[in-house]
């Protein structure tokens, strides 16, 4: 076993050729290995064994610096990186990060669960080197080319081939992020010289020159190659780069690492900014991701031998299926919705609705400030356009919500699946600020549905209000309530109460109404008699229930599956102290004032105590009822 004697990237760079080749097997049978057992980010990784071999052989890290676009391609060096021996703890609560983390490792420079910005943390890093006078270090970035539908790394293109630093930017090309890509620059990856007639073209120019007398092939190849180099930077994405001031070299296979270690060799002491193309397979070595790389692209636990994922014990469907099932309905019913993803309709649910209605569909790519101006466009046509995006990918896009969408007033509807916390992708990932970054934007409508038959309303609200509304629902599964055929337009601001007591108030938010109602029953066992509120609206609240709520406990408690700054808990303190200041106690439950850690979805829930029992032991802990 090879990876047995690797503990750094210095004990691979005397292999030999056979060995490291013995090696990049045993890095995706451990990483598969590892995957099926605890779920994770499989293809992207798997694509990237060679490539990152070659980078560790070629380069001196960590006085050299890799950043890695995203991380989820990042496995493989994790394990050639001092991490080995706590590979199987990936993902899980106070094991490694399932992304790259700076407090993690010596290796990791630069965190990053977000797309496209590696180039331009590169060229920082870089930047910081030469001003400290060690300009001697080489930064690469690597980057999907999935990555590159974002404008972001544009930028850090534009400044770099500007700059002209010593910068090498390694272009992923997989013809994949999790979705296969989108738009005019993915295709120019696609064409040309990766077509099957290009490479045969090829193939038979150079036999035929090899076949000649030594003395005419010689010069005549060499010729050839020249002019191959020339015709490459007319009709390959060189013409491209090279336009922004790089160095452009390939494409390669990226999975021969002899062609790898001698390209990155060739390049690592040119002067300027270079770009290294590398074309390399999603899923590569795994059978099943090799087939399937959009579905095995982040996966549960599986079975290895059959593929097949670990089953769950449930029949309910998870709020994404619901929300996916509802706006196909809605469209059905009218012509003027639209829909829009930013790269994931598989995540975000809208892959059926493509394929129903492929004219009323955009992908926008890895894209989310367009995606968002784009659907606030299509808004003034009087369309209905719904901008599917994870809350955490819609922080990318806050000034377009705010000044396109907000301040025109305009009928966008956002929703917004994995609010809240999301579990093992981690703090890059959860889901909890948007309640605290859109609750304080003019205009906005907010709400949040306690079920997934409440979700199907709120949707049907939000897409004929003919305002900006956005709607927060969790990862998972819902809570297995009955679903209706129709659709009832939900009264803005209006919450209800489901439970009636005598001694405090809950009101809750969203996902979090249901473990309140339980922490009622709780409750009871040791005499606190408590009434529930579903309170539906971050924004606007419902202030004649609040009012009202006021008047009869002096004790409220809020609950909310979002930070505590700022968010829901903060707005009805906001509006009770201008009415009845100083009458009341508040007791807020949601997460402190930290980043939410990678683990457990359910375990992480307990440590901020947002479950039955830790919502009652904060309340009998209040009331000195413990």
């Known amino acids: 076993m090879i990876l047995e004697k690797v503990q750094y990237p210095s004990d691979i760079k005397n292999l030999t050729l056979e060995e490291l080749t013995l090696l990049a097997q045993e890095l995706r049978e451990e990483i598969t290995t590892t995957v099926s057992l605890n779920g994770g980010h499989l293809a992207s990784s798997l694509g990237t064994v060679e490539l990152t071999i070659a980078l560790h052989y070629v380069f001196d890290m960590p006085d050299d610096k890799i950043i890695w676009d995203v991380g989820h391609q990042s496995y493989a060096h994790k394990l050639l990186t001092g991490r080995k021996d706590k590979f199987r703890t990936l993902r899980q609560l106070n094991g490694l990060s399932g992304f790259l983390r700076r407090d993690e490792s010596a290796y990791d420079p630069f965190g990053a669960g977000h797309s496209s910005t590696s180039i331009s943390a590169a060229l920082g890093i870089k930047e910081g080197m030469r001003i400290r006078g060690n300009d001697a270090s080489k930064v690469i970035a690597v980057i999907g080319d999935g990555s590159l539908t974002a404008g972001l790394a544009f ?8 700059l002209r630093r010593n910068l090498i930017v390694v272009v992923n090309d997989n013809g994949m992020s999790i979705y296969p890509n989108v738009g005019a620059i993915s295709n120019f990856f696609s064409r040309k ?48 780069f090279e336009g922004l001031g790089f160095q452009y070299v390939g494409p390669i296979k990226g999975h021969n690492l002899k062609e790898l270690i001698e390209t990155l060799n060739n390049v690592k002491n040119w002067d300027g900014a270079v770009l290294v193309h590398v074309k390399t397979q999603k899923g590569k070595g795994y059978e099943y991701a090799e087939k399937d790389p959009v579905f095995w692209h982040g996966v549960g636990p599986f079975d290895k031998k059959t593929g097949r994922l670990v089953a ?54 890895i894209a989310e400030q367009h995606g968002i101006t784009f659907a606030a466009g299509l808004a003034t046509e009087g369309l209905k356009p719904i901008a599917a995006i994870y809350s955490t990918f819609l922080q990318r896009a806050f ?85 209706s055929d129709g659709f009832h337009a939900i ?85 009770l102290s201008t009415r009845q200041p100083n009458k009341n106690r508040f007791l807020l439950i949601g997460i402190p004032d930290l980043f939410v850690p990678h683990g457990d979805q359910n375990k992480l829930k307990e440590l901020y105590e947002l479950y039955p029992e830790g919502i009652a032991k904060r309340i009998q802990t209040l009331l000195h009822k413990v």
Not at 200 to 213: D, G, N, Q, Y
Not at 314 to 334: G, M
């Open 155 to 162: 930028e850090g293109l534009d400044q770099a081939g500007h």
């Open 193 to 240: 010289l990766t077509s099957s007639k290009f490479a045969r073209m090829r193939k038979r120019v150079k036999e035929f020159i090899l076949s000649l007398p030594k003395r005419f092939s010689d010069p005549l190849y060499k010729a050839a190659q020249r002019t191959e180099a020339s015709f490459k930077s007319l009709v390959t994405p060189g013409i491209l």
């Open 312 to 365: 769950k014990n449930t029949t309910v469907p998870t709020y994404t299926k619901v929300f996916s099932n509802t706006v196909i309905q809605l469209a059905e019913q009218d012509t003027a919705v639209v829909a829009i993803t930013a790269a994931m309709p598989d995540g975000t649910g809208l892959e059926e609705f493509a394929k129903r209605f492929p004219d009323r569909f955009y992908d926008v790519g």
């Open 399 to 483: 000034d377009q919500v705010i000044h396109d969408v907000c301040l025109q007033n305009l009928g966008v509807t956002i929703t917004m699946d994995r609010a809240g916390i999301v579990g093992q992708d981690g703090p890059t990932h959860h889901g909890v600020f948007d309640i605290s970054y859109l609750r304080m934007i003019p205009n906005m409508t907010l709400m949040s549905p306690r079920d997934e038959e409440e979700l199907r309303h709120m949707l049907y609200t939000a897409v004929n209000l003919g305002k900006p509304c956005a709607v927060r629902y969790p990862r998972g599964s819902g809570t297995g309530v009955p679903l």
């Open 491 to 575: 009264v803005p601001g209006s919450g209800e109460i489901l439970e009636t007591g005598s001694d405090i108030a809950i009101v809750a938010i969203g996902d979090m109404v249901a473990p309140s109602l339980v922490a009622r029953n709780i409750l009871l066992s040791s005499g606190i008699s408590a009434m529930v509120v579903n309170a539906r609206f971050i924004k606007p609240l419902d202030e004649q229930l609040l009012s009202d709520i006021a008047a009869r406990f002096e004790v409220i408690v809020t609950v909310e599956n979002n930070v505590l700054a700022g968010g829901f808990g903060s707005a009805v303190m906001e509006f």
